[in-house]
Structure formats: C-alpha cells, structure tokens
C-alpha cells in the first residue's frame, strides 16, 4: 500500500464528493462516532486518477457503483483548505497542512437503498439524510467552509437553472446571515 499524495506546499490530493437527486437535495453524511457531517471524500493514490478515486471513494464509503450515478460534473482545478495547526500531524512525512480538492457533482440513479454505509475496511460514516443544496456550508466542520461554499458555487449551474440558483443562494444567505 502506498501513501497519500502530498504536493510539494503540504496539500494531499483529494477528491470530494457530491451526490444530489432528482429533487436536487444533496447527500450529507455523518462521522461514524462524531458530531461531524460532510460530503463523501477521499485521497487519490499515486497510481489513480482523481476519477479512478471518485469511483473507489463512493464504493467504500457509500456503497455506491458506476451503475448508481452519473458524473454530470466537476471543479475545473483544485480547491483547498487548509487544516488548523490542531490537526496537523507534525511527526509524519511529508507534513500535510491540508487538503488539494477537485470535486465532482453526481446525478444519483439508484434506490435508497443502494447506499451501503459498511463496504469499506473502516466505515467513515453512520447515517446519512438528503439536505438542501446549500446546507451543508452552514453545517461542515468550520475550516471546510470555504471549500464547500466555493464547491458548491461552481457547480450550482449543474443542478439549478440561472434564475432558481441565485434565488437558492440568496434564501441560504438570509437563512444563516441574516
């Protein structure tokens, strides 16, 4: 087994995952253990595409195959976040200060019951639900926001049409910003 990829600036390679269906609600899960709630995602080995690690990721953390999704998307290069000085694990090597993303937008074709939280060797989740498409900006851990904002901004032309986007966006504005 091979390590992460990490850049030379400290950045693993990863891929994030959002699942959205017909109704355009999106696919948000919580940490096996934790308080916490995300998007599906995971790092890119040295010998897969980040397309590759799209497919591996969304098999071992939601279950989910080819068969069950169509990729209507994706960012056009890295975004990235950068981990508090909390998280970073000085005594490994390379150091990784954070997280180099492209993040894919998928159109779910499956059934609710498709999704299998226990296919991978650890189980990274315990539960999932369908949110509203900007909720989980207000929601993801605070040093993810950033990158979840600027994720789910660019690939909002896939899921709304012109009008009904800016009319989302500004309704999770108010909701949350007053």
Not at 28 to 49: L, T
């Given at each position: 087994?091979?390590?992460?990829?990490?850049?030379?600036d400290?950045?693993?390679?990863?891929?994030?995952?959002?699942?959205?269906?017909?109704?355009?609600?999106?696919?948000?899960?919580?940490?096996?253990?934790?308080?916490?709630?995300?998007?599906p995602?995971?790092?890119?080995?040295?010998?897969?595409?980040?397309?590759?690690?799209?497919?591996?990721?969304?098999?071992?953390?939601?279950?989910?195959?080819?068969?069950?999704?169509?990729?209507?998307?994706?960012?056009?290069?890295?975004?990235?976040?950068?981990?508090?000085?909390?998280?970073?694990?000085?005594?490994?090597?390379?150091?990784?200060?954070?997280?180099?993303?492209?993040?894919?937008?998928?159109?779910?074709?499956?059934?609710?019951?498709?999704?299998?939280?226990?296919?991978g060797?650890?189980?990274?989740?315990?539960?999932?639900?369908?949110?509203?498409?900007?909720?989980?900006i207000?929601?993801?851990?605070f040093?993810?926001?950033?990158?979840?904002?600027?994720?789910l901004?660019?690939?909002?032309?896939?899921v709304?049409?012109e009008?009904?986007?800016?009319?989302?966006?500004?309704?999770?504005?108010q909701?949350?910003?007053?």
């Amino acid at each position: 087994m091979t390590g992460p990829v990490i850049d030379s600036d400290g950045y693993r390679a990863n891929v994030g995952i959002i699942i959205r269906n017909e109704r355009g609600r999106v696919f948000w899960a919580k940490r096996v253990g934790q308080e916490a709630w995300q998007f599906p995602q995971g790092g890119i080995k040295p010998d897969e595409s980040p397309r590759e690690a799209l497919f591996r990721e969304l098999y071992e953390e939601v279950g989910l195959g080819p068969e069950h999704v169509e990729v209507t998307g994706w960012t056009r290069g890295w975004l990235r976040y950068r981990l508090p000085n909390r998280y970073v694990r000085r005594n490994c090597t390379p150091l990784c200060i954070g997280q180099k993303q492209i993040w894919y937008m998928l159109r779910f074709l499956g059934n609710e019951a498709d999704f299998e939280l226990d296919r991978g060797r650890k189980p990274e989740f315990e539960r999932w639900r369908w949110v509203s498409y900007w909720h989980p900006i207000h929601e993801v851990v605070f040093f993810k926001r950033g990158v979840y904002r600027r994720a789910l901004r660019e690939l909002a032309p896939l899921v709304f049409p012109e009008g009904r986007r800016r009319q989302s966006y500004r309704r999770y504005q108010q909701r949350w910003h007053g």
